[in-house]
């Protein structure tokens, strides 16, 4: 079973930036569609992006859209989310996805019920 390791999270003030990285250890990302999600407090888990296994498809919640970035290097086995011009609604855990059978497109991969294999999270602050 997969194991997704998200690092990158922390402390940022209004305006900044973070790049969060999701890595697997003991697992081959790399032929597998993988996504970023986030779940705030009080509020469901929502999905941020996702990306296909090329890293040609991508995908973004609207509320992102313009401001963060996904990426992956295969070759590294890694995926990125690069996030600018933070805000504090932004805050919340952001979790990595993957799932054997999953897809990036308009209608699909974006929601958490896409994906079976989750990382621990890693928690993004936006505040002053």
């Known amino acids: 079973q997969p194991q997704l390791v998200e690092s990158g999270g922390g402390l940022v003030q209004p305006g900044g930036s973070l790049r969060l990285s999701c890595t697997a250890p003991n697992f081959g990302l790399g032929y597998y569609t993988m996504a970023w999600f986030r779940e705030a407090p009080g509020k469901e888990r929502e999905g941020v992006s996702c990306i296909g296994i090329s890293g040609s498809n991508t995908r973004y919640a609207s509320s992102v859209k313009g401001r963060f970035t996904i990426s992956r290097d295969n070759a590294k086995n890694t995926m990125y989310l690069q996030m600018n011009m933070l805000e504090p609604a932004d805050t919340a855990v952001y979790y990595c996805?993957?799932?054997?059978?999953?897809?990036?497109?308009?209608?699909?991969?974006?929601?958490?019920?896409?994906?079976?294999?989750w990382g621990q999270g890693t928690q993004v602050t936006v505040s002053s």
């Open positions: 996805a993957t799932d054997a059978f999953g897809t990036c497109s308009a209608i699909a991969g974006m929601a958490p019920s896409d994906y079976e294999y």
